[in-house]
């Protein structure tokens, strides 16, 4: 039954892709904890690591908000270069955007709507 839900059967990135794709954010935010004492090093890496995610991934929007929460301080502590590549990476979306499953089909509350109506 399709119930119009646009969630791909397949994703679309390739294993080495997605590999590539993980790899680069662990690494990320393993540097981004390291050097948390120098701001400007990690602005540094956040923009390498957005760069080649947009490229490995194939330019998702997503990642543009992730690199400005990446820029605000305190939220590097979170990893997530790594969340939102994983995401990308084994759902071809972020989980959790979009449709929440199956819903029932709108009911007709125009001018028919009274002709089912059961009277007492």
Known sequence: MDDGAKTPLT???SWPRRIAAIAIAVVSD???AIFIWAPPV???ID???A???WVVLGRPKVLLPVFVAEAIPGVGLVPLWTLVAGGLAFFGRIPGRGRMGATAPPTDQGA???RHRTLP
């Open 11 to 13: 994703v679309p990135y």
């Open 51 to 53: 760069i080649l995610l």
């Open 30 to 32: 393993i540097v981004n």
């Open 47 to 49: 923009v390498v690591t």
């Open 112 to 114: 028919n709507a009274d």
């Open 42 to 44: 990690v602005m540094g």
